[in-house]
């Protein structure tokens, strides 16, 4: 994982995850992430199999992030 603070009240994390489960399109993964209270941004990258999320700290957590990832199986 690789934490970017900025100037703002964002925070953006770079999660590792094993693959994309072809059946679940990257679409859906990125609206189901956004579902998250304080998450802004989701941005999946297929070929280095990570998904960068921007969230604000107040409202969410890495923690709560990493567990819906794993709730996804991701």
Known sequence: MTLVKNEHTTQTEEHAILSLPLS????????ELRTLKGVNEVSINHLANTIKVTYDPTKTTSDKIRAFL???GL
């Open 70 to 72: 794993n709730k996804l």
């Open 24 to 31: 679940i399109p990257a679409g859906i993964t990125e609206r």
